[in-house]
Structures are given as C-alpha cells and as structure tokens.
C-alpha cells in the first residue's frame, strides 16, 4: 500500500508541507511551473535550497507583487483576526487592505485549471480554518473575512499542497502527533496564547504537544491541511521508503526547523495471532444473544456473529463465535461467561486478514456524505455510509439508490 508518513516533530505550516510533498516528486521543476501556470493572481511561487543543522531541504517562498509576505491575516470585520505565518515572520502587518469572504475565495479556486477534486480539497481546508475563526471570534462563518494579501498567500499554500496530494495519490496518510510550540504569539490586536486559537480548535481530537520551543509552530493553515487529508495519526508505520522530503522553515531553532515526509510501500493489513472463541447455547433469547454481543463488542471484539445450529434431542441452537486479540482473551472469556448461559468455551489461533479501511467525505448540495475507502490485496471498494444516504432520502423523498446516484456524482 502506497503510504505517506508526515513527521510534524516541529510542527507544520503551507509552506513548509508545500515543501516537504514536493522533495518527493521526481521532477520538482517540472511541478513548479505548473503551480505558476495555474494563474493564481499576482502570485509567484518559489522554490529555494536551504539548510538546517546541516540537513538539506527545500524553503517554498510565496510572493505575492514580487515580495515576499511572510504572514497572512485572516480577519473578521472590525476587530479580531488570526494569522498566518511561515516559523521565521513574527511581525504584523497594520496596512489597509480589502478583504475577502468564502464566496470570494470560492470564485478564485473555481477560476483556476485544477481538477474538480482539487479545487473540493482547497475550499475544504479553507473551510476548516474558516469553522475555527467563527468559533474563535464567536461570529458565523458567513461573517469571516480573510485579508486581501494573506488570501492570495495561503491559497498559494493551500493549493500548492491539495495539488501535490493529488499529485501523489497515496492511499493512506499518516500523520505524527503535531509539536504545536509553546508560550505566546503577537498579533496586530494584542497577543495570544500558543496554539492560536482557531489551529487549537482545528486540532480537537488530534494528537499534539507543546514543550520548551517557543513560538508558533503549527499554523492554522498547517492544522486545516493536516486534518483533512490524514487517514489517521500516529507513530511512523512499519514502511518501505522509497522518497525522502524536508520542508524547511526559515527561523533557527536548536532543532531542525522542518517537516519530513517519507513515501513508501506497507504491507497490507494482517492481524496475527487472533484467538477465536465459540460457544453453543440453547437456552437464551434472541434478546439475551444481542445484549452479550454489545458488550463483546464494547470489551474489544473484533467480531460477533451467531450461526443458527441443531443442538441434543433435535434443539435448534446458536452458535456464538466472538474474534479478539489474543492478550484480550481473559476479558472476553469474562463477558461470555457473564452475559450466556454457557458452561464452556472452544478456543482456535487464527490470522486474520482484512482491508485498510478510511473515510473520506463527499461534499454535496445534500450536505456532507460519508464514503468508506477498503484497500489492499490488489482491491479498492467503496461504500457510502448508510445514514447519511438515508437521511438525505428521508428529506429529499428519494430511494436510497437514487440517492447514491446523486451523490457519486459529486466526487
């Protein structure tokens, strides 16, 4: 299985990813002149060699009327805003500019030659990062505006990023617990606390840490793109790597200023040295049976299932088969002998087999629509999760194959 593993040991901003992806091509020059053919306005992207504690990489400098932005407002009307900056910028910009909503943003990415799948990822991160200004400021989404000069720099960023992502095509993405810095940060309208609060918001639910760097080490930006292509987060994964990429940052740190991305080859999903338990009762409801499956399940079960069986004396039975992990054996013997009436369990060694399972979500007029992805052994399956096609048949009065119709076309 393709891979992509992100190390986010120093955090992660546009740049620095946009960097790190593009170490990982084979032809990068080849890359960067399509990103400057897209025709973002008045932007030009370029590609520098930089070094940190003696490791080489790539800096990605944005530029936006041929200077160099180093940080990028996102404002709400008035008074709050949030930023957006490469790991070396800490100055603020205090110039007047105009300012741009979603539907601005929506106009200039669906102005640029990008495949549709494209162009649904940008105004997906975009989106993110707009969810956690509304939140952080306590305004709606549709009140958020990003200034105008930050606008063009992080959707250079931004789409310099989904770009490549497509680019690659990995089937899984995982991502390190993210080292978000610490301290504080200064902003034009006072300082604030390190995560800002829009990539704290951004980054419920994901592994992350702070420790002795101060500053700013994972931007908004970064968050919104990490969050919504990682398949999941975690350690690096038993891989064959094939590329190696660092995006460098400009500021020095005592440690590499830097994101690492390692693409490679894992082997498809083999769970060994399972332990499959069975048993046959027949003296318990249909009521009984489900209740001692929930909480099977809710004891670590990798699978429930009964089988209809022909018991002594001609009794129709049920065969009760439960597959678990084996050190979770002693806690699953526990439930069974507590939740069924059995007086005895069979036990087998087993390897189980199965697909890399991860959600993606398809944004529809409906609302969004969850898409289970199952790869491995030669074989992709999709399947859209079943309650989010039925709600939108129950609101809409559509089957439920139509509904899918509908949606498969808004991959």
Not at 241 to 269: H, P, Q, W
Request: hydrophobic share 35%.
């Amino acid at each position: 299985m393709k891979t992509l593993y992100l190390d986010c040991g120093m955090g992660a901003a546009g740049d620095m990813l946009t960097a790190a992806l593009l170490e990982l091509l084979p032809d990068p020059e080849e890359y960067m002149n399509e990103l400057n053919g897209l025709g973002i306005p008045d932007v030009q992207i370029v590609r520098e060699d930089a070094v940190k504690c003696g490791i080489r990489g790539t800096h990605i400098a944005v530029k936006i009327h041929g200077e160099e932005e180093g940080e990028t407002h996102e404002h709400t009307h008035g008074h709050s805003h949030s930023h957006e900056h490469t790991h070396s910028h800490e100055h603020s910009h205090t110039h007047e500019h105009h300012h741009s909503s979603m539907q601005d943003i929506e106009h200039i990415v669906r102005g640029l030659a990008l495949e549709k799948k494209v162009q649904e990822d940008i105004l997906a991160v975009y989106g993110r990062i707009a969810e956690a200004e509304s939140h952080a400021h306590g305004v709606p989404v549709t009140e958020i505006h990003f200034h105008e000069v930050g606008t063009m720099d992080a959707i250079a960023d931004i789409t310099a990023v989904c770009l490549l992502m497509n680019r690659l095509a990995p089937d899984e993405v995982v991502v390190s617990p993210i080292h978000v810095g610490s301290g504080q940060v200064r902003c034009a309208h006072g300082i604030l606390p390190v995560p800002a609060p829009a990539t704290a918001y951004i980054l419920k639910g994901v592994p992350a840490y702070g420790g002795k760097i101060r500053g700013e080490l994972c931007t908004p930006t970064g968050a919104a793109l990490l969050t919504h292509f990682a398949t999941r987060f975690g350690d690096m994964p038993v891989m064959r790597t094939e590329a190696i990429g660092y995006g460098m940052g400009k500021k020095d740190f005592e440690a590499a200023n830097c994101v690492r991305s390692m693409l490679g080859e894992t082997e498809d999903e083999t769970e060994k040295d399972m332990t499959e338990l069975s048993c046959n009762v027949d003296d318990m409801t249909a009521e009984d049976i489900s209740f001692a499956g929930e909480c099977l399940r809710e004891a670590g079960a990798r699978e429930v299932y009964t089988i209809a069986i022909g018991m002594k004396k001609s009794r129709p039975g049920t065969l009760l088969r439960v597959l678990c992990k084996k050190e979770d054996r002693e806690k699953i013997l526990a439930v069974l002998f507590a939740h069924t009436t059995t007086i005895g369990v069979r036990e087998t060694e087993v390897n189980r087999y199965v697909l890399r399972r991860q959600i993606e979500t398809v944004h529809t007029p409906y609302g969004e629509v969850r898409k289970k992805v199952s790869t491995g052994f030669g074989v992709t399956r999709e399947k859209y999760e079943y309650e989010d096609i039925a709600r939108i048949a129950r609101e809409e009065q559509m089957s439920l194959a139509e509904v899918r119709e509908r949606v498969s076309e808004w991959r």
